[in-house]
């Protein structure tokens, strides 16, 4: 645990600034509530608009409880290190980063623990409010069972994992392209399609599922939603938790050989 004491400093550090910055964080409550509703009623029109009650296997019920809970699990495993990479390239601090005594890929990883903490403070525990009210007023037909829960928080750390390296993978790529704006785009727009946050995966094309179930994004948002509601059962779940480990394995081995790799060339802006 000593050795992780500085890169706990840079989590809180994140932590303290982030709730400084109160206007900041108004908005971003108020983002993320537009989205979810928006998410909701347009559910509750295409629901209203069909004449079966049951579309690909969900009810309204249950898509409502499937997005509330893929939105709450997108804020758990929020990690975005693609902005830090961003500003400390073009600002040159990535210069001073790399002669400290802690290594930068994990002080950007703590870094964004710390803006993960406030998501999970301001995003994450209202939703579970409002996942609580909603299960009780609303005959959904999604019960959550205690070893359900449970593994949906040892999928949530193999997510939030899976969900950092994946990212500062894709990241590294600033230092050989230099466009960040369409970086951001580029990889927010992979991620909203093949996770499973802007609909069910069950609503693909069977060859464009299986791709989309393969890859890391579904891994991060759609399996452990899928476990918390209890549409992963027997060898199907052990599968996606153990494709979630090879992810969450893999993906630190190969970020930290590719990051190696790239200091060893990297020019610095700014400095």
Request: glycine share 8%; no cysteine; proline share 3%.
């Amino acid at each position: 645990m000593s050795t992780l004491k500085p890169y706990w400093a840079y989590a809180k550090a994140t932590f303290t600034v982030g709730l400084a910055y109160r206007l900041h964080i108004l908005f971003w409550v108020l983002s993320d509530i537009v989205q979810v509703s928006v998410l909701l009623l347009i559910w509750t029109a295409i629901f209203n608009s069909s004449s079966a009650s049951t579309i690909q296997g969900y009810t309204l019920g249950q898509m409502m409880i499937y997005n509330l809970v893929i939105y709450m699990t997108g804020s758990f495993a929020f990690m975005r290190p693609l902005w830090d990479l961003a500003e400390d390239h073009y600002d040159g601090k990535i210069a001073m980063s790399l002669i400290k005594p802690t290594k930068y890929l994990y002080e950007v990883f703590f870094r964004n623990l710390g803006n993960n903490f406030i998501g999970n403070l301001i995003i994450s525990l209202p939703l579970v409010t409002v996942l609580v009210g909603v299960s009780l007023t609303m005959n959904t037909g999604v019960t959550y069972t205690v070893a359900n829960v449970g593994l949906y928080v040892v999928s949530i750390i193999l997510a939030l994992v899976i969900s950092f390296f994946s990212n500062f993978l894709f990241a590294t790529m600033i230092f050989l392209t230099d466009a960040t704006f369409g970086m951001m785009q580029l990889n927010e727009a992979v991620i909203k399609i093949f996770s499973g946050s802007m609909i069910p995966l069950t609503f693909f094309p069977g060859w464009l599922r299986a791709i989309a179930e393969i890859l890391p994004y579904a891994s991060v948002y759609s399996v452990p939603t899928l476990i918390l509601i209890g549409r992963l059962n027997g060898m199907d779940l052990w599968s996606a938790l153990g494709l979630q480990v090879a992810w969450a394995v893999g993906l630190v081995i190969v970020t930290n050989l590719v990051w190696n790799r790239i200091i060893e060339r990297l020019k610095v802006h700014g400095g």
